[in-house]
């Protein structure tokens, strides 16, 4: 048994090594090297493009969590009490209502210094969120309206215990 060189193994090597770089799916015989889904599943990225996907799926999208989350990053708090109509704390007098109508469309209304009528807009999501944003200034800041949040359930609570001490069931 003839032993090889280094020289030869090295060449050996470097031949494996062009053939493994220039694989095909077929060999100069033209004869398949590997099946057509072998060479599908070997062909294919191993991962999707995401830089091309929208911003959000719209299968997926709950829009009034997705602008709850939007506005707290943008540090302003969207609050409720029924979940059908929302609002946005204001410095001075100026109300700043929110209604979801459907996955696609909000409404905006907003009032200031008591006019009864208001403004009524109705945006997708993209064009309300840039419209809220726009009036940033006149809002409390999230923490602002967290502490008037708090505030206002501590009269609640001792209104409430006043009431009960006062019937008797405190």
Do not use: W
């Amino acid at each position: 048994m003839k032993k090889q060189t280094l020289k030869e193994e090295i060449h050996q090597i470097k031949n494996m090594m062009k053939k493994l770089m220039n694989e095909q799916p077929f060999n100069d015989d033209g004869e398949p090297m590997m099946t057509h889904s072998q060479y599908r599943d070997y062909s294919e990225p191993s991962e999707p493009d995401y830089d091309e996907q929208p911003r959000y799926d719209k299968e997926d999208f709950n829009i009034k969590k997705s602008m709850e989350n939007d506005l707290e990053k943008n540090d302003i708090l969207l609050e409720t009490f029924d979940g059908n109509e929302y609002f946005i704390r204001c410095k001075g007098h100026m109300d700043f209502n929110i209604y979801f109508i459907n996955d696609e469309e909000i409404e905006i209304h907003t009032y200031k210094d008591n006019d009864e009528k208001g403004t009524s807009q109705t945006f997708g999501y993209e064009d309300a969120l840039k419209f809220i944003l726009s009036h940033k200034d006149s809002f409390l800041s999230f923490n602002d309206a967290v502490k008037e949040v708090n505030r206002e359930n501590e009269i609640h609570y001792s209104d409430e215990r006043n009431r009960r001490a006062e019937s008797g069931f405190g």
